[in-house]
């Protein structure tokens, strides 16, 4: 009941409830055994609202791991190279135990687009024709371009109704596909999924995706939360607000604008953006997915391009009251095609040790110092969702407040700060929560005072500042 409580608020609004989890996290490739102990020992803890897992349906199998094995489904069986459907079930308990829902990225579009083969459980399969599931007539053929692939992606027809990639495309406009993937999505809805990623809508008719939740619907009374993958060039036919009636949207603008202004050191351009924004109630922001990481752009950050960048692009993700934010989670990598570390079963290895730390070659970026500090500053800053006091420095310095709850002050530039700030923190003084001293859960030997609305900044270069108004400094201590 709390976790169905949590998720209408969620999609209903992000703003209107104190106390809220507002953070979830991508654990992109994570085997259901290490989602579950994540979610023990520091989602649920540090106030994650959820987790978003990988597609948990059968998949194709090469022999090489690629990543994008994931995405080719062969069959709905809960199988996958992250565990069994024992595994998966129990990592769904275990993650709702301790208030961190499960959502799923789904594959509507398409099944696996190599000609023939056997899937990760077993299962065999011919390009268009998947034993008690789909047969020719089931999939698109679109007739263009010699190949029925998509090469003209400013054309709507070819969009939805080619094939992406050489993906065998769903006839999504028919009543026995949209009954197929109605059972599916129902059927992880009864193992306590709550929400669902839509890899690809933008391939998919919004006016398709409309009737398959219309099924859903006579299926069970759940309602779920759902986002629409739609990453839209400037020149393409779709609209991004064609897919909003189905709930929430990736919003792919934000990762590049957000991207640009950190890896530039350009931060003055921040506050202008979001006026032109899709609205906050609807966006799903990010900084990075796993389709981003391999995408080649000088603007986007990623820990493994620029970890300054980065870590300070991730303090304004998570303080700026814009969009539910998620954070990704990930592996290094040496060329596109590189997918986890997998045995001689093709099942992905553990990436926790027996310490609950991090194996290489997994990242853990939702656990870089700083990180959970950042979510609970979301999650108790959340009643004052608006920025105001935002005040410029030089280029490259910016601060806010978030009303009486938080304040937050980031210097990309490589020049010193020290300013007189007006802040909306009653007087008292505060812990920077980012400060390496700081411990968690305990007050601090030094901090920041605010006097009569005023906070003096001493900030050092490429650094941030954030408090929070229950996290107070021993009287007398203060420093700057």
Not at 161 to 167: A, I, K
Not at 178 to 206: C, S, W
Not at 316 to 334: A, H, M, V
Request: glycine share 8%; proline share 5%.
């Amino acid at each position: 009941m709390k976790a169905l409580l949590i998720l209408f608020i969620l999609t209903s609004s992000l703003t209107v409830f104190a106390n809220s989890r507002t953070v979830m996290v991508q654990l992109f490739e994570w085997p259901w055994n290490d989602v579950a102990r994540e979610c023990e020992v520091y989602l649920g803890p540090n106030g994650f609202s959820a987790v978003q897992v990988s597609p948990p349906q059968e998949h194709l199998v090469l022999g090489q791991a690629a990543w994008w094995e994931r995405y080719q489904p062969v069959s709905y069986k809960i199988s996958s190279r992250s565990g069994d459907e024992f595994e998966f079930q129990n990592m769904i308990q275990r993650c709702r135990n301790v208030g961190v829902d499960v959502y799923v990225d789904v594959i509507l579009n398409h099944m696996a687009g190599i000609a023939s083969g056997t899937g990760i459980a077993g299962t065999k399969y011919t390009k268009y024709n998947h034993q008690d599931l789909y047969s020719f007539n089931d999939f698109h053929h679109c007739g263009r371009n010699g190949n029925d692939q998509i090469v003209n992606y400013k054309d709507r027809f070819e969009l939805q109704n080619c094939e992406l990639l050489g993906l065998a495309d769903l006839k999504t406009e028919s009543p026995l596909v949209q009954q197929t993937l109605a059972e599916y999505l129902n059927q992880l809805l009864n193992m306590g999924v709550t929400g669902f990623r839509l890899d690809a809508a933008k391939h998919i008719p919004a006016t398709d995706l409309v009737s398959i939740f219309d099924v859903l619907k006579s299926l069970t009374n759940i309602s779920p939360f759902v986002v629409s993958e739609t990453s839209l060039s400037a020149d393409e036919p779709i609209n991004i607000g064609e897919y909003l009636p189905l709930g929430h949207v990736n919003y792919f603008r934000y990762s590049y604008d957000i991207g640009a202004a950190f890896s530039s050191a350009k931060t003055s351009r921040l506050a202008g953006l979001f006026n032109s924004y899709v609205n906050t109630d609807d966006a799903v922001v990010f900084l990075e997915n796993h389709d981003l990481q391999r995408t080649e752009s000088s603007v986007l950050v990623s820990l493994r391009k620029d970890p300054i960048a980065y870590r300070l692009a991730t303090v304004f993700f998570l303080t700026w009251p814009y969009g539910y934010p998620q954070l990704f989670s990930g592996f290094d990598f040496l060329n596109f095609d590189q997918g986890p570390p997998v045995d001689s079963k093709g099942k992905t290895l553990p990436i926790l040790d027996n310490n609950n730390h991090c194996r290489a070659p997994w990242l853990c970026e939702h656990r870089l110092p700083g990180v959970a500090e950042l979510v609970k500053f979301r999650n108790h800053t959340d009643p004052a969702f608006y920025a105001d006091g935002v005040w410029m420095g030089g280029e490259g310095q910016l601060a806010f407040s978030r009303g009486k709850l938080g304040f937050v002050a980031i210097n990309t530039s490589t020049e010193f700060l020290s300013a007189q700030i007006p802040v909306g923190l009653p007087s008292a003084c505060y812990c920077n929560v980012l400060a390496a001293e700081y411990q968690p859960g305990s007050s601090c030997s030094q901090g920041v005072a605010v006097r009569s609305g005023y906070a003096t900044v001493s900030l050092g270069s490429q650094s941030a500042l954030v408090l929070r108004s229950d996290v107070k400094c021993k009287l007398g201590s203060s420093r700057r």
